[in-house]
């Protein structure tokens, strides 16, 4: 009987484990890179072929999390089982269920919010430095009503947690809680403080032209937007973020100029496809260029920040119908609703065509 001797059961052992890291650092490559369809099926490889490899899962969840969300709760939930000490698992867990919340029908919600505030505490417990744990216990007792948790001097107790550590990020967290409870003036301290101490951060901008648009105050919105543009360190999200608010104001050219801008710094990045191409909608012009924007949006995987595959299909729809192509945009706003069953505008569209 052939027997392998130790020394080779170690070598083989050992190699099969660098074989099993070496797909993973590619796949967590390509998801870096925005190469999502090719990164997801490498790590589901993965999840076949070394079951006891919470990283993998982890991604999956992420990358599942804002257009199936009971999908990414499952891969989450088995990361966890895997690897229960790793704090980001659980914000991301705390996340999904967040999301759940927001979309799911009334008999699932108040479930969903009692899980995803569980989730961030025991996130907060295992790192206490986890800022993503301590933004998400904030938005959580800010918003959340008493009932199910919601308490303002706690979100008040996080955001002094965070200052700790990080004055900049606490003083955003802050302000997001003063802008909960309308408290303007307040507020606006609060991202000029983050401002001055670190004016490369591209955050604080962001809040800041924002709250301006809010007030109607346009001249300190736009002296903010041009300061963010020559001083933020991050160009690329700069360029995207006035190109947001270009397009508030609607001045969709100058929009265009900034988010091409951001498109040649980063390829990659499905929120600036997104808004060519719903720039091309609202526009009228390059209808058919506008869908092939928005056909590269859906070739990425969506971004926390970005919107879901369910509207890039809904604004493909309306294009559609624009080029009196309608039984393509019904097919577009069938697939947004099979994504997302409660999105109105969608249904609303839908009618409009029958």
């Excluded at 879901?308 to 192509?325: D, F, N, S, V």
Aim: proline share 3%; aromatic share 10%; glycine share 6%.
């Amino acid at each position: 009987m052939n027997t392998i001797r130790p020394s080779v059961l170690v070598l083989l052992i050992i190699s099969s484990v660098a074989t099993a890291q070496s797909k993973l650092d590619t796949a967590i490559k390509l998801e870096k890179e925005g190469q999502y369809e090719q990164a997801k099926v490498l790590f589901q490889r993965i999840t076949k072929e070394a079951p006891n490899d919470a990283k993998s899962f982890y991604y999956l969840g992420l990358m599942s999390m804002l257009y199936d969300y009971d999908g990414a709760i499952n891969y989450l939930k088995t990361a966890i089982k895997l690897d229960y000490a790793d704090a980001d698992y659980h914000v991301a867990l705390g996340n999904s269920f967040g999301i759940k919340a927001a979309r799911a029908s009334i008999f699932s919600k108040l479930g969903a919010a009692s899980d995803c505030l569980k989730q961030y505490k025991i996130a907060a417990q295992l790192d206490p430095k986890n800022l993503s744990a301590r933004v998400g216990l904030i938005n959580y007792y800010a918003q959340a009503p008493g009932i199910i948790g919601g308490s303002i001097e706690k979100a008040y107790a996080q955001a002094d947690t965070i200052k700790m550590s990080d004055p900049y990020t606490g003083n955003l967290a802050e302000a997001m809680i003063r802008g909960y409870r309308k408290e303007r003036s307040k507020e606006e301290q609060c991202y000029l403080e983050a401002l001055s101490i670190d004016p490369k951060r591209l955050k604080a901008y962001e809040g800041l032209w924002r709250f301006y648009s809010r007030q109607k105050d346009y001249s300190k919105a736009k002296e903010i937007v041009a300061r963010m543009l020559n001083t933020a360190a991050d160009k690329s999200g700069a360029e995207y973020s006035a190109g947001l608010y270009y397009e508030e104001l609607s001045d969709l050219d100058k929009a265009v100029l900034m988010f091409s801008a951001a498109l040649s710094r980063d390829s990659a990045d499905a929120r600036v496809y997104y808004q060519l191409g719903k720039a091309a909608l609202f526009s009228g012009k390059d209808l058919e260029k506008g869908l092939e924007f928005f056909r590269k949006c859906l070739q990425s995987e969506p971004l926390e920040d970005a919107p879901t595959w369910p509207y890039a299909h809904w604004r493909m729809g309306m294009i559609y119908e624009k080029l009196g192509k309608r039984d393509s945009a019904r097919s577009e706003y069938e697939v947004a609703l099979a994504l997302d069953s409660h999105l109105e505008k969608v249904k609303k569209s839908l009618e409009k065509l029958r």
